[in-house]
Antibody
Framework: EVQLLESGGGLVQPGGSLRLSCAAS????????MSWVRQAPGKGLEWVSA????????YYADSVKGRFTVSRDNSKNTLYLQMSSLRAEDTAVYYC?????????????WGQGTLVTVSS | DIQMTQSPSSLSASVGDRVTITCRAS??????LAWYQQKPGKVPKLLIY???TLQSGVPSRFSGSGSGTDFTLTISSLQPEDVATYYC?????????FGPGTKVDIK
């Protein structure tokens, strides 16, 4: 059974940093792309970032480019999102999601999400 | 960047009605289009990928069509459990943008 468990969310001040983690199990982690998708309170889904299974390629939405860094440790079956220079508009539930293939941005499994609140 | 739009933004229909949601890409994306369902308070769920392929376990009343820039999600007979917001997502190239969503409820 595929399981994705996010952690690392919380309250952070504007301009601060936070690192999210997503522990994966139930599939061959290194064979699949992984994505981060966020959802601000009462709003729609916003794709944030994705990384290929081998970590050779990483992609970012324009809204986070230069501030967020996606990475993965295939030996630990864990996905990360390092977030810096955080803004109020980054407040959202952050989901990690498993791609359908090594480079696919289409996600067939999702975690339960972790809430990030950016506020002073 | 390719923009994704959806119409309508919301709709209300009766149980048993045929419901159609449209998604449009500002440039051609071949068939790299997925549809997700998000019920209130729940995690998004993949319904359809490659524009028309039903994800395993999804009821057959859901179907998708289209290619290039224009896509549709159809619910052939709306059920109470289909109350949700539906999102399209493009996944070609390197930006995997979602549409703004279509909220579906029961009349």
């Amino acid at each position: 059974e595929v399981q994705l468990l996010e952690s690392g969310g919380g309250l952070v001040q504007p301009g601060g940093s936070l690192r999210l983690s997503c522990a994966a199990s139930g599939f061959i982690f290194s064979s699949y792309a992984m994505s981060w998708v966020r959802q601000a309170p009462g709003k729609g889904l916003e794709w944030v970032s994705a990384i290929s299974g081998s970590a050779a390629s990483a992609y970012y939405a324009d809204s986070v480019k230069g501030r967020f860094t996606v990475s993965r440790d295939n030996s630990k079956n864990t996905l990360y999102l390092q977030m810096s220079s955080l803004r109020a508009e980054d407040t959202a539930v952050y989901y990690c999601a498993k791609g359908r293939g090594e480079t696919s941005g289409c996600s067939n499994y999702w975690g339960q999400g972790t809430l990030v609140t950016v506020s002073s | 960047d390719i923009q994704m739009t959806q119409s309508p933004s919301s709709l209300s229909a009766s149980v048993g009605d045929r419901v159609t949601i449209t998604c449009r890409a500002s440039q051609g994306i071949s068939n790299y289009l997925a549809w997700y369902q998000q019920k209130p308070g729940k995690v998004p769920k993949l319904l359809i990928y490659a524009a028309s392929t039903l994800q395993s376990g999804v009821p057959s009343r859901f179907s998708g069509s289209g290619s290039g820039t224009d896509f549709t999600l159809t619910i052939s007979s709306l059920q109470p459990e289909d109350v949700a917001t539906y999102y399209c997502q493009k996944y070609n190239s390197d930006l995997f943008t979602f549409g703004p969503g279509t909220k579906v409820d029961i009349k």
